[in-house]
Protein backbone atom coordinates (compact mmCIF):
# COMPACT_ATOMS: atom_id res chain seq x y z
CA UNK A 1 0.00 0.00 0.00
CA UNK A 2 1.48 3.52 -1.00
CA UNK A 3 1.81 5.53 1.74
CA UNK A 4 1.29 9.43 1.51
CA UNK A 5 4.07 11.28 -0.39
CA UNK A 6 4.83 8.43 -2.23
CA UNK A 7 4.74 8.96 -6.01
CA UNK A 8 1.75 7.16 -7.87
CA UNK A 9 2.94 4.27 -10.22
CA UNK A 10 0.78 5.23 -13.07
CA UNK A 11 0.99 6.41 -16.73
CA UNK A 12 -1.20 9.34 -17.46
CA UNK A 13 -1.87 9.76 -21.54
CA UNK A 14 -3.93 12.12 -23.48
CA UNK A 15 -6.16 11.24 -26.56
CA UNK A 16 -4.60 14.33 -28.92
CA UNK A 17 -7.84 12.92 -31.19
CA UNK A 18 -10.21 13.69 -28.41
CA UNK A 19 -8.66 16.60 -26.80
CA UNK A 20 -10.23 20.04 -27.46
CA UNK A 21 -7.90 22.20 -25.77
CA UNK A 22 -10.18 23.31 -22.33
CA UNK A 23 -7.46 23.67 -20.28
CA UNK A 24 -9.74 22.53 -17.28
CA UNK A 25 -6.40 19.75 -16.91
CA UNK A 26 -4.11 22.29 -16.60
CA UNK A 27 -6.13 24.86 -14.25
CA UNK A 28 -6.75 21.53 -11.94
CA UNK A 29 -3.38 20.63 -11.84
CA UNK A 30 -0.38 22.84 -13.69
CA UNK A 31 2.46 20.67 -12.77
CA UNK A 32 1.26 17.92 -14.31
CA UNK A 33 -0.33 19.69 -17.69
CA UNK A 34 0.47 22.15 -20.36
CA UNK A 35 -1.06 23.51 -23.49
CA UNK A 36 1.17 23.10 -26.33
CA UNK A 37 1.00 24.91 -29.72
CA UNK A 38 -1.46 23.14 -31.39
CA UNK A 39 -4.21 24.30 -28.36
CA UNK A 40 -3.71 20.59 -27.01
CA UNK A 41 -3.12 19.24 -23.29
CA UNK A 42 0.38 17.52 -23.05
CA UNK A 43 1.78 16.22 -20.05
CA UNK A 44 4.88 17.32 -18.48
CA UNK A 45 7.44 15.04 -17.99
CA UNK A 46 8.41 13.83 -14.66
CA UNK A 47 6.01 15.36 -13.29
CA UNK A 48 3.57 14.00 -9.90
CA UNK A 49 0.48 14.14 -8.41
CA UNK A 50 -2.26 12.51 -5.48
CA UNK A 51 -4.51 9.75 -6.87
CA UNK A 52 -7.21 12.39 -5.81
CA UNK A 53 -5.43 14.90 -7.87
CA UNK A 54 -5.77 12.78 -11.09
CA UNK A 55 -9.70 12.14 -10.16
CA UNK A 56 -10.55 15.65 -10.73
CA UNK A 57 -8.82 15.74 -13.49
CA UNK A 58 -10.21 12.61 -15.55
CA UNK A 59 -13.71 13.64 -14.08
CA UNK A 60 -13.69 17.06 -15.49
CA UNK A 61 -11.97 16.69 -19.25
CA UNK A 62 -15.15 17.19 -21.42
CA UNK A 63 -13.84 15.36 -24.35
CA UNK A 64 -13.16 12.17 -21.93
CA UNK A 65 -9.30 12.52 -23.33
CA UNK A 66 -7.08 11.75 -20.15
CA UNK A 67 -6.38 8.32 -19.37
CA UNK A 68 -4.95 7.37 -16.34
CA UNK A 69 -3.28 3.18 -16.36
CA UNK A 70 -1.60 1.38 -13.66
CA UNK A 71 -2.06 1.13 -9.79
CA UNK A 72 -2.84 4.19 -7.47
Given at each position: ??????????????D??????????V?????MF??D????????P?S?A?A?Q??V?V?D?P????Q??G??
Open positions: MPMAGDPLNVEVTIRDRCIGSQNCHHLPSQIDEGLAVTIQESALEVRCAEAIVKQP
